[in-house]
């Protein structure tokens, strides 16, 4: 259903990112993929072509001006334009109490969990137009409904995920370009392992998923898919949260 799309993802060679750039590729999108580290993008793209699927790789540093515009000169060197960006990239500096975040730590977070969504979708929009449309999908998280100790920082930043979502949606939506974002729950995955590698912690915050397990990337891949897909059409400037039910609503 994404026969001959082009496809750019940053943070994208483990988890949710690798998940969602095969299930892309299986779809028949050729895959951008991209992630800090040059040996983790070679390690993605081999495993990915090894299945027989359409990808290439770029390391990229979603905080540095430079590496943005790089990956999307990359991405039309390759493809001649872009179709769909899903932003994944983020980070979690800081652990404990909100008012203890030091300024650094929320410059890291504005930097690349909020400001570098915002900037690539600016970046990627021109080529997207020439397209006739395109589909953008940024990746929150379910903290950004709920910010709460020890991620309440964190939060915050996915909370302005939500907003920049739907501020993006009304702009774009003349141009044909949608933009949704995802929440994730309790996902299993490096990034999320200090929250369920410890049996106590993982005890206390399964109480609140209706389904009582974590998720799977590739549960959040099928949903990116499909709100990049043509069945997704008439969807714009919605979150979608994959998250085993727990409640989560501004």
Not at 89 to 113: F, M, Q, R, T, Y
Not at 128 to 156: C, D, H, N, Q, T
Request: glycine share 14%.
């Amino acid at each position: 259903m994404l026969s001959g799309k082009a496809a750019v993802l940053t943070a994208s060679t483990r988890g949710i990112g690798l998940a969602t750039a095969r299930r892309l590729a299986r779809h028949g999108a050729r895959v951008l993929v991209s992630s800090r580290r040059q040996d983790h993008v070679d390690e993605a793209v081999s495993g990915l072509r090894a299945e027989g699927l359409e990808a290439w790789g770029v390391a990229c540093h979603v905080g540095r001006g430079p590496d943005r515009e790089a990956l999307v000169a990359e991405a039309v060197r390759l493809f001649g334009g872009v179709d769909i960006l899903v932003s994944n990239a983020g980070i979690n500096p800081h652990a404990g109490s909100i008012l203890d975040c030091p300024e650094s730590a929320w410059d890291k977070l504005w930097e690349v969990n909020v400001k570098a969504a915002a900037l690539l979708a600016g970046l990627v929009v021109p080529h997207m137009e020439k397209r006739g449309g395109g589909s953008i999908v940024l990746v929150g998280s379910v903290a950004g409904y709920r910010p709460s100790f020890p991620i309440g920082a964190y939060g915050v930043s996915k909370t302005a995920l939500l907003g920049l979502t739907k501020a993006l949606a009304g702009e774009l939506a003349p141009l044909r370009i949608r933009v949704n974002c995802l929440a994730p729950g309790f996902i299993k995955t490096n990034f999320s392992s200090a929250l369920w590698e410890e049996d106590g912690l993982w005890r206390k915050l399964e109480k609140g998923v209706a389904m009582g397990r974590l998720g799977e990337a590739e549960e959040c891949a099928g949903v990116v898919a499909f709100l990049c897909s043509p069945d997704a059409a008439y969807i714009t400037g919605e979150t979608v949260g994959v998250n085993g039910g727990i409640d989560c609503r501004l």
